[in-house]
Protein backbone atom coordinates (compact mmCIF):
# COMPACT_ATOMS: atom_id res chain seq x y z
CA UNK A 1 0.00 0.00 0.00
CA UNK A 2 0.90 3.31 -1.15
CA UNK A 3 2.10 5.47 2.17
CA UNK A 4 0.15 8.78 0.25
CA UNK A 5 -1.88 8.57 -2.76
CA UNK A 6 -3.39 11.12 -4.84
CA UNK A 7 -5.29 11.42 -7.50
CA UNK A 8 -3.13 12.09 -10.63
CA UNK A 9 -5.04 14.48 -12.60
CA UNK A 10 -5.21 16.62 -14.58
CA UNK A 11 -7.59 18.41 -12.95
CA UNK A 12 -8.85 21.36 -15.46
CA UNK A 13 -10.87 24.28 -13.93
CA UNK A 14 -12.74 27.24 -15.07
CA UNK A 15 -11.27 30.52 -14.02
CA UNK A 16 -12.95 31.80 -10.99
CA UNK A 17 -13.93 27.73 -10.04
CA UNK A 18 -13.05 25.54 -6.88
CA UNK A 19 -9.98 23.76 -7.47
CA UNK A 20 -10.50 20.01 -4.91
CA UNK A 21 -7.54 18.05 -4.35
CA UNK A 22 -7.58 14.92 -2.57
CA UNK A 23 -5.22 13.20 -0.44
CA UNK A 24 -5.20 9.87 1.46
CA UNK A 25 -2.56 8.43 3.65
CA UNK A 26 -1.69 5.24 5.06
CA UNK A 27 -0.31 5.54 8.89
CA UNK A 28 -2.73 6.42 11.38
CA UNK A 29 -0.76 7.99 13.77
CA UNK A 30 0.46 10.51 11.37
CA UNK A 31 0.34 14.24 13.25
CA UNK A 32 1.50 16.59 10.38
CA UNK A 33 0.41 17.20 6.88
CA UNK A 34 1.41 19.70 4.13
CA UNK A 35 0.74 20.51 0.76
CA UNK A 36 3.57 21.30 -1.92
CA UNK A 37 3.46 23.44 -4.98
CA UNK A 38 5.66 22.71 -8.31
CA UNK A 39 5.06 24.74 -11.25
CA UNK A 40 6.52 23.20 -14.56
CA UNK A 41 10.04 23.03 -14.77
CA UNK A 42 10.50 24.25 -10.81
CA UNK A 43 10.63 22.71 -7.30
CA UNK A 44 8.16 22.38 -5.09
CA UNK A 45 7.61 24.66 -2.56
CA UNK A 46 5.57 24.94 0.56
CA UNK A 47 2.14 26.65 0.60
CA UNK A 48 0.18 24.75 3.37
CA UNK A 49 0.47 23.16 6.98
CA UNK A 50 -2.45 21.27 8.78
CA UNK A 51 -1.91 19.20 12.26
CA UNK A 52 -5.28 19.74 13.59
CA UNK A 53 -8.90 18.35 12.29
CA UNK A 54 -11.19 20.58 10.81
CA UNK A 55 -10.43 23.53 8.31
CA UNK A 56 -7.20 25.68 8.40
CA UNK A 57 -7.29 28.80 5.67
CA UNK A 58 -4.82 30.95 4.18
CA UNK A 59 -6.03 33.53 1.55
CA UNK A 60 -7.49 31.54 -1.28
CA UNK A 61 -6.24 27.82 -0.26
CA UNK A 62 -8.14 25.98 2.28
CA UNK A 63 -6.70 22.60 4.02
CA UNK A 64 -9.16 20.26 5.35
CA UNK A 65 -8.25 17.55 7.33
CA UNK A 66 -9.83 14.53 8.68
CA UNK A 67 -8.05 11.82 11.20
CA UNK A 68 -10.37 9.11 11.37
CA UNK A 69 -10.57 8.97 7.43
CA UNK A 70 -7.01 9.68 7.04
CA UNK A 71 -7.95 12.34 4.25
CA UNK A 72 -7.00 15.84 3.56
CA UNK A 73 -7.55 17.97 0.89
CA UNK A 74 -6.88 21.39 -0.50
CA UNK A 75 -9.42 23.52 -1.84
CA UNK A 76 -8.76 26.01 -4.25
CA UNK A 77 -11.25 29.13 -4.43
CA UNK A 78 -11.44 31.67 -7.43
CA UNK A 79 -8.60 29.53 -9.25
CA UNK A 80 -6.60 31.54 -11.52
CA UNK A 81 -4.56 30.52 -14.32
CA UNK A 82 -1.35 31.46 -12.07
CA UNK A 83 -2.98 28.30 -9.95
CA UNK A 84 -1.87 26.06 -12.84
CA UNK A 85 0.53 23.35 -11.40
CA UNK A 86 1.42 20.26 -9.55
CA UNK A 87 0.17 20.02 -6.07
CA UNK A 88 1.82 17.82 -4.24
CA UNK A 89 0.70 15.92 -0.87
CA UNK A 90 3.46 15.41 1.78
CA UNK A 91 2.92 13.24 5.15
CA UNK A 92 5.99 12.03 7.71
CA UNK A 93 6.58 8.58 7.39
CA UNK A 94 8.55 6.38 9.13
CA UNK A 95 10.88 9.61 10.13
CA UNK A 96 10.83 10.87 6.50
CA UNK A 97 8.57 13.07 4.58
CA UNK A 98 6.74 10.98 1.84
CA UNK A 99 4.97 12.45 -0.95
CA UNK A 100 2.37 11.55 -3.03
CA UNK A 101 2.87 11.58 -6.92
CA UNK A 102 0.86 15.11 -7.16
CA UNK A 103 -2.37 16.34 -8.76
CA UNK A 104 -1.84 18.45 -11.88
CA UNK A 105 -4.13 21.01 -12.11
CA UNK A 106 -5.07 23.54 -14.84
CA UNK A 107 -7.10 26.87 -15.00
CA UNK A 108 -8.74 27.81 -17.97
CA UNK A 109 -8.93 31.02 -19.05
CA UNK B 1 14.51 32.37 -4.41
CA UNK B 2 14.76 29.43 -1.30
CA UNK B 3 17.81 29.51 -0.21
CA UNK B 4 19.20 27.07 -1.53
CA UNK B 5 20.69 26.98 -4.38
CA UNK B 6 22.15 24.04 -6.94
CA UNK B 7 24.74 23.37 -9.45
CA UNK B 8 24.78 23.23 -12.24
CA UNK B 9 20.94 23.38 -13.89
CA UNK B 10 21.62 20.87 -16.49
CA UNK B 11 23.66 18.31 -16.98
CA UNK B 12 24.12 15.55 -19.58
CA UNK B 13 26.78 12.74 -19.10
CA UNK B 14 27.89 9.49 -20.62
CA UNK B 15 27.24 6.51 -18.67
CA UNK B 16 31.71 6.48 -18.22
CA UNK B 17 31.69 10.20 -17.10
CA UNK B 18 32.25 11.16 -13.22
CA UNK B 19 30.57 14.30 -12.17
CA UNK B 20 29.17 15.84 -8.96
CA UNK B 21 26.25 17.90 -8.20
CA UNK B 22 26.41 20.77 -5.88
CA UNK B 23 23.88 21.81 -2.72
CA UNK B 24 23.88 25.08 -1.00
CA UNK B 25 21.82 26.14 1.78
CA UNK B 26 21.55 29.59 3.21
CA UNK B 27 19.28 29.42 5.79
CA UNK B 28 20.95 28.10 8.58
CA UNK B 29 19.17 24.76 8.75
CA UNK B 30 20.82 21.62 9.83
CA UNK B 31 19.75 19.08 7.70
CA UNK B 32 20.05 18.66 4.04
CA UNK B 33 18.25 16.14 1.49
CA UNK B 34 18.90 14.62 -1.93
CA UNK B 35 15.54 13.71 -3.72
CA UNK B 36 15.12 12.24 -7.26
CA UNK B 37 11.81 13.20 -9.18
CA UNK B 38 11.26 11.10 -12.38
CA UNK B 39 8.28 11.72 -14.51
CA UNK B 40 5.18 10.91 -13.45
CA UNK B 41 6.62 9.23 -10.17
CA UNK B 42 6.44 10.61 -6.27
CA UNK B 43 9.58 12.37 -5.08
CA UNK B 44 12.02 9.63 -4.35
CA UNK B 45 14.45 10.43 -0.93
CA UNK B 46 17.32 9.30 -1.75
CA UNK B 47 19.94 10.75 1.09
CA UNK B 48 19.15 12.64 4.38
CA UNK B 49 21.84 14.25 6.08
CA UNK B 50 21.64 15.48 9.66
CA UNK B 51 23.72 17.91 11.76
CA UNK B 52 26.33 16.34 9.28
CA UNK B 53 26.08 12.55 9.55
CA UNK B 54 23.69 10.60 7.50
CA UNK B 55 20.84 8.96 8.55
CA UNK B 56 18.93 7.54 5.71
CA UNK B 57 20.42 5.90 2.51
CA UNK B 58 17.43 4.39 1.30
CA UNK B 59 18.58 1.63 -0.58
CA UNK B 60 20.31 4.03 -3.48
CA UNK B 61 22.96 2.20 -6.11
CA UNK B 62 26.47 2.74 -5.07
CA UNK B 63 26.78 4.72 -8.27
CA UNK B 64 25.45 7.75 -6.29
CA UNK B 65 27.49 8.96 -3.33
CA UNK B 66 26.47 11.41 -1.07
CA UNK B 67 28.89 14.04 0.95
CA UNK B 68 28.30 16.49 3.19
CA UNK B 69 31.36 18.34 4.30
CA UNK B 70 29.67 21.10 6.37
CA UNK B 71 25.68 22.04 7.30
CA UNK B 72 25.59 24.47 4.45
CA UNK B 73 27.28 22.07 1.69
CA UNK B 74 25.74 18.87 -0.19
CA UNK B 75 27.20 17.27 -2.77
CA UNK B 76 26.25 14.01 -5.12
CA UNK B 77 29.01 12.42 -6.64
CA UNK B 78 28.06 10.61 -9.68
CA UNK B 79 29.89 7.71 -11.86
CA UNK B 80 28.93 5.14 -14.37
CA UNK B 81 25.27 5.56 -13.97
CA UNK B 82 22.50 4.22 -16.52
CA UNK B 83 19.92 6.10 -18.73
CA UNK B 84 17.00 5.43 -16.42
CA UNK B 85 19.09 7.74 -13.93
CA UNK B 86 18.12 10.83 -15.87
CA UNK B 87 16.16 12.46 -13.75
CA UNK B 88 15.61 16.05 -11.79
CA UNK B 89 18.06 15.93 -8.57
CA UNK B 90 16.34 18.11 -6.10
CA UNK B 91 18.39 19.23 -2.97
CA UNK B 92 16.03 20.46 -0.23
CA UNK B 93 17.54 21.65 3.25
CA UNK B 94 15.19 21.85 6.77
CA UNK B 95 15.63 22.89 10.46
CA UNK B 96 15.32 19.78 12.61
CA UNK B 97 14.17 20.13 16.34
CA UNK B 98 14.93 17.40 19.05
CA UNK B 99 13.55 14.51 17.86
CA UNK B 100 11.40 15.76 14.93
CA UNK B 101 12.65 15.73 11.51
CA UNK B 102 12.02 18.75 9.34
CA UNK B 103 9.29 18.15 7.75
CA UNK B 104 9.25 21.79 6.41
CA UNK B 105 11.67 21.16 3.85
CA UNK B 106 12.99 24.03 1.32
CA UNK B 107 13.88 22.69 -2.37
CA UNK B 108 16.73 23.84 -4.38
CA UNK B 109 15.68 24.64 -7.98
CA UNK B 110 17.10 21.13 -8.66
CA UNK B 111 19.64 19.67 -11.90
CA UNK B 112 18.46 18.28 -14.51
CA UNK B 113 20.29 15.08 -15.36
CA UNK B 114 20.54 13.38 -18.55
CA UNK B 115 22.21 10.23 -18.94
CA UNK B 116 23.40 9.27 -22.52
Known amino acids: QKEVEQNSGPLSVPEGAIASLNCTYS??????FFWYRQYSGKSPELIMSIYSNGDKEDGRFTAQLNKASQYVSLLIRDSQPSDSATYLC?????????FGAGTTVTVRA | ETGVTQTPRHLVMGMTNKKSLKCEQH?????MYWYKQSAKKPLELMFV???????ENNSVPSRFSPECPNSSHLFLHLHTLQPEDSALYLC???????????????FGPGTRLTVL
Open chain 1, 90 to 98: AVPYDYKLS
Open chain 1, 27 to 32: DRGSQS
Open chain 2, 49 to 55: YSLEERV
Open chain 2, 27 to 31: LGHNA
Open chain 2, 92 to 106: ASSQESGTDIGYRQY
